[in-house]
């Protein structure tokens, strides 16, 4: 997900530059300081990579497609569109080009199979089904279910297509959030996926978690920070929920939890290992943490791209993001860049260390 406006899949080439291939694209596109210049960055960047890759020409066939919101001209209104970058009119499949299609006059747009061969009734029948949709006016996962019930049927008979799917609304409107729906390959599967997110020079990356229930109470301090007790901690402890309300009373909006397993392998790497030691650290980084979110999350530098939403975060974000604020010599540049992917990590360290007193949590 680009800035809650573009929604981006691929299909081709499962890892580039020694990265798979959707976080290669999250980092990317978090670099760019616009969304032209974006997509120009992946064409560039791509072309460069797929240069280095030896193989056969019909193996390097690879397009990333993103569907949303594009201004024509810069001050224009934003309209509904799909963007294709891909190697396809490269003889040799090393060169990517960017072209985009406005919806213009008509009510829906499928895009053309890039993959795998869709037979012809397969897609008539979704053209028709989605037609009925629309002039029903029924809910969006209506027609989520539609798509996926298509990708299933083509998996029947073309083993390559996976089954397990992820879909994403996007609006036009700056307080409307993009949402998202995981269906697994097998519905007592209790596994979920969430997209990446870049934006404005942050990237995050979605995970498969395992669906554990988080029913219990408050964990005491000294247990220890494993997944059960730390989805608790995030949901039911008071210094948490100051901290959301504070990250809420500047216009932004706060997920329930976020990347857990991320989450505690940082805390792990910290030596966190109870949850009173993450009380503390929110406790005690509330007289300047505190400006570092506002400064971090709300910064106009760079200015936030016209017509899109601005950034959330998550219970779980709050606490990394102090995590990494106390702890500079553990998440330096490149730590968070290559092993979390966290996309210009020095943006954040550098308000950080305007802000941070000269002391360390214990």
Known sequence: MFCSSMAFAYSGIAEIEGIATDRWLARVLAAAPSFDTALQSVAERASNAFKKISCRHSYKRHAFVGVGFCQLFPDSELRPCQVTISNFSSPNKNTFTVEAIFLKDKPFLVCPPIGALVPDEFLKSLHKNIRACLQHHTKPTEIMRLLAEAVRRLSDIEPTVGKALLAMVVSSLDFDLPIFLHSPANSPDRNWDTPNFACNGVSIFGAVEQNVPVLGPLPLPGSPT?????????????????????????????????????????????????????????????????????????????????????????????????????????????????????????????????????????
């Open 226 to 362: 494993n997944l059960q007790n730390y989805q608790l901690f995030l949901l039911h402890s008071p210094e948490v929920q100051r901290w959301v309300e504070f990250v809420q009373s500047l216009g932004l909006s706060v997920d329930d939890l976020g990347i857990v397993s991320r989450d505690l392998e940082m805390l792990h790497e910290a030596g966190i290992k109870t949850i009173g030691q993450i009380e503390v650290i929110l406790h005690d980084s509330d007289s300047w943490g505190k400006q570092v979110l506002s400064d971090y999350l709300v910064s106009h530098e760079p200015a936030p791209m016209q017509g899109y939403g601005r950034i959330s975060t998550s219970r779980g974000g709050i606490v990394v993001q102090m995590l990494i604020a106390n702890f500079p010599e553990v998440f330096t540049p490149d730590v968070l860049l290559k092993k979390y992917y966290w996309g210009m990590p020095e943006r954040f360290l550098s308000v950080a260390a305007r802000h941070r007193p000269n002391r360390s949590i214990v």
